[in-house]
């Protein structure tokens, strides 16, 4: 779909949909998919390194942060992760003011540049997922199926129009007329 084709877009409709595509990565909680792919998680800890030496809960603060709260690192996915970093030669860790600090070491940086693609794309969906996570409450939940409902039935009958500009024009309406009326409710909820 090109960009700006419908009526107050903005993006691309992959950034639009991106935590629809993406059967939400986490964007709710992790309650309908994991944030992180396999062997992700690892990136993303040493991209954070290579901008300069942290410790465990700082890295997990900063995740939490670049995704707008969407992921909350647990203790049990992080230090595990460093340990095997750590193993594998990619960081080294040292006691300071009775915190372990880590950080990157060549063989990380290398393993940075070498992926360079999955750690961009990482940062992309946290940046996505941020701008969605202050939806992203139980009463959003909720609503994210019968949402997601409405938008396949609008694609659906758009792609059944054959291409006729008055038909896919009706479904175009058809969702700006619900749109507002949703927006109404979130200013005016009475």
Request: hydrophobic share 40%; glycine share 12%; aromatic share 8%.
């Amino acid at each position: 779909m090109r960009r700006g084709c419908w009526p107050g877009s903005y993006g691309s409709f992959a950034e639009r949909f991106e935590p629809f595509a993406s059967g939400f990565g986490g964007v709710f909680g992790g309650r309908w998919g994991r944030f992180f792919g396999a062997g992700e998680l690892r990136l993303a800890l040493l991209s954070l390194l290579g901008e300069g030496p942290r410790h465990g809960y700082d890295l997990m603060r900063t995740l939490e942060e670049r995704s707008g709260g969407a992921y909350r690192a647990s203790a049990g996915a992080i230090y595990p992760t460093l340990q095997q970093l750590e193993d594998e030669g990619m960081v080294a860790s040292e006691q300071a003011d009775g915190k372990r600090v880590y950080r990157i070491l060549e063989a990380g940086k290398q393993e940075l540049e070498r992926n360079a693609e999955v750690v961009k794309r990482i940062w992309q969906r946290a940046q996505g997922a941020e701008r969605w996570a202050r939806w992203s409450g139980p009463e959003a939940a909720e609503v994210a199926v019968p949402a997601a409902r409405v938008m396949k039935a609008a694609m659906r009958a758009a792609t059944h129009c054959g291409g006729d500009p008055d038909c896919v024009a009706k479904v175009l309406e058809a969702l700006e007329r619900a749109r507002k009326e949703l927006d109404a409710l979130a200013t005016n909820p009475a």
